[in-house]
């Protein structure tokens, strides 16, 4: 499978200015099974318009497409909440943020249910919605092959770095326990939310790197980068860890 996570360098109130560069940004882009946006690239555009351009995506890039999240309306508050399409604009899951975080709460933003994963190409996919990976009980229920984090990662660090080590050491720390890929797709360190400037955490986080290094893998400076993953590679390591019970179970 390849994935391609998605970071744009600035952020946008505007759910169809964001989407519009998202989709500039694929332009030209290699061909994936999967294509993950970052956390609220839909803003607040209204449902029917995210999922239009959500499948106006998937159809360009022949990809299924994880698109970020965008806020909903949900009593007095607000969710943070979004939908995963394939490549002909069926709806394959829907997610939501458990854990909102800081500046969100202060905003109205109300928990919502995580929701249920998904199959592409014949692999799990679960969704968590940035600090939601921060929290282990997330990833309770059937296990996921791949699960992908789009973030908004603000930080009240002066610089992207403290934040983007903690990121990635979450991010490795998840992928061993739960036996699993962790792509997170975040803004590029530039972007900003009220305010609150962005740590930049785009990588993926993988249990079994080949040569013993390489435990999370990130381009800071790539609009778009792609990761293969190797499944073969993933289920030697779950046989593994079970032969020396050592592997995550409920």
């Not at 939908?83 to 854990?99: I, P, Q, R, W």
């Not at 040569?211 to 609009?223: E, I, L």
């Amino acid at each position: 499978m390849r994935i391609l996570l998605v970071q744009p360098s600035r952020w946008s109130p505007d759910g169809h200015a964001n989407l519009t560069a998202v989709e500039t940004l694929l332009t030209g882009a290699p061909p994936a099974d999967l294509v993950v946006l970052p956390e609220l690239a839909g803003s607040e555009l209204p449902r029917r318009e995210y999922l239009e351009r959500l499948r106006g995506l998937a159809a360009r890039a022949r990809a299924a497409v994880v698109g970020g999240s965008h806020y909903a309306p949900a009593g007095a508050g607000k969710v943070n909440q979004g939908l995963a399409v394939s490549a002909s604009g069926e709806v394959l899951a829907g997610y939501g943020k458990s854990h909102p975080y800081g500046v969100e709460r202060d905003d109205g933003v109300v928990p919502a249910p995580i929701g249920d994963g998904f199959e592409v190409a014949g692999r799990r996919v679960r969704v968590l919605l940035c600090a939601d990976l921060w929290y282990s009980g997330s990833l309770a229920g059937p296990p996921a092959d791949v699960v992908v984090v789009p973030a908004f990662s603000v930080t009240q660090w002066p610089t992207p770095g403290p934040a983007r080590s903690l990121w990635e050491h979450m991010s490795v720390a998840r992928a061993y326990e739960f036996m699993t890929y962790v792509a997170v797709s975040d803004w590029h360190h530039e972007a900003g939310y009220h305010g609150q400037p962005c740590a930049g955490v785009t990588g993926l986080a993988n249990p079994s790197p080949a040569d013993g290094a390489g435990f999370f893998t990130a381009q800071p400076s790539a609009a778009v980068s792609a990761y293969e993953l190797d499944f073969e590679r993933l289920g030697r390591f779950r046989r593994n860890r079970a032969d020396r019970s050592f592997a995550f179970t409920k």
